[in-house]
């Protein structure tokens, strides 16, 4: 195996914030907002800290302005304490180990498979596309939402996420956005939600939809799962395959190192483009304020924790695959979160992104031809990634 790429970063290290190894750093730089009267957070022991606590409720997302009332229609990102507890312990069993190896791992080589398949006929494909399929296949599986072509799901739901790619466009432009939105909400309901309610109530399956109808849960209470598994796993996972493809497919070196690699130095190389590259930039937590106050709000820092030398060792700039070896930690530092709201499917994620990859890199003349747009999603303080062509050799 060919030594890492940048193995035994000495001090002096040229890499800075400034001229790193990030390609979404600079428009993170420009985008990323924090709220004034927040306490910005980046130091590595002090964001897990924050984010271990069991003082601090979930913040961001407009959790802040969601009142006490209807718990039974909030997903689990927003919920706290005993209810939340609860709602993780009944999705637990779908992000197991074993569901990944005996239920979601032929899903993945299945949809792989079919997406390569169309990249050798075709000669070319856009990756963003062709990762959002096959994460919505996965999350669809999971969820219960296995009554839908799937292609045709992911266009609608895609339309329905997209966020990144309206900034600075005129009034008339972004109504019309959210009208479309709006349309495929209903469409994405009535075509691919009410189908599978359908199929549930006759034959319940262990997935989301089932559980959620032993619950007893409404209709409103169902989409809104739904739409949370959209963001908060289709779509991420999309932009995690996106941007280590860009990578990998940029740097022989570190595509040969993939390639030649098990399963544990994959992963290793893909949590490292992930620390170098979170996608979402920062995680929020408050406190529960007195009646009649404010709660006081710890804007985490994603992209300045993962670049704290004491946790993440020297050169953080770099990108460099046998860090977390070397500093003996987990390669995911806070990557995905830690504490309560940690994300219940990373695991998934690296499975889909590592299977994926290995597929896509062996393809004889495999070769980026286009690098994506960039763009900035303020809902979920995420970049975004968009138009980017692979190509091959013809079959």
Request: hydrophobic fraction near 45%; proline fraction near 5%.
């Amino acid at each position: 195996m060919v030594a890492s790429v940048g193995s035994g970063a000495a001090p002096g290290c040229p890499f800075s914030p400034e001229k790193g190894e990030s390609k979404s750093a600079a428009l993170r730089q420009e985008r990323l907002r924090f709220e004034e009267d927040a306490e910005r957070i980046g130091s590595y022991e002090r964001a897990r800290e924050i984010l271990l606590s069991r003082e601090l409720l979930q913040g961001g997302g407009g959790a802040e302005k969601l009142g006490p009332g209807d718990l039974e229609a909030l997903t689990v990102f927003y919920l706290d304490g005993a209810a939340h507890r609860e709602k993780r312990a009944s999705i637990a069993r779908f992000f197991t180990p074993k569901a990944i190896t005996e239920r979601y791992h032929a899903i993945i080589e299945r949809e792989t498979q079919r997406l390569l398949a169309e990249l050798r006929r075709e000669g070319r494909i856009r990756l963003d596309v062709a990762s959002f399929e096959l994460t919505v296949a996965v999350a669809a599986n999971i969820v219960g939402l296995t009554k839908s072509d799937i292609p045709k799901m992911a266009r609608r739901l895609a339309i329905i996420m997209s966020a990144a790619f309206v900034h600075g466009h005129g009034l008339f432009a972004r109504l019309t956005v959210g009208l479309r939105k709006s349309l495929n909400i209903a469409t994405f309901y009535r075509s691919d939600v009410l189908p599978a309610l359908r199929a549930r109530r006759r034959a319940p399956q262990d997935d989301v939809l089932s559980h959620l109808l032993a619950q007893k849960a409404s209709r409103r209470a169902i989409l809104m799962e739904c739409l949370t598994y959209a963001a908060g796993g289709m779509v991420t996972t999309r932009e995690f395959i996106v941007m280590a493809a860009w990578h990998l497919l940029e740097r022989p070196e570190l595509r040969r190192d993939f390639l030649e690699a098990d399963e544990e130095r994959q992963f290793a190389i893909l949590l490292e483009i992930l620390r170098l590259e979170p996608i979402v930039s920062m995680l929020v937590r408050r406190t529960d304020p007195a009646p009649g106050g404010r709660s006081v709000h710890f804007a985490v820092d994603l992209r300045a924790v993962h670049a704290d030398e004491a946790a993440v060792g020297a050169c953080p700039h770099l990108l460099d695959p046998d860090r977390a070896k070397r500093m003996k930690t987990s390669g995911a530092f806070l990557s995905f979160g830690a504490g309560a709201h940690h994300c219940p499917g990373r695991q998934v994620a690296l499975h889909e992104a590592r299977i994926f990859l290995d597929a896509l890199l062996r393809i004889p003349g495999i070769r980026l031809e286009r690098a994506p747009e960039i763009g900035w999603s303020e809902m979920l303080m995420s970049y975004e990634l968009r138009d980017a062509v692979v190509a091959c050799d013809p079959a």
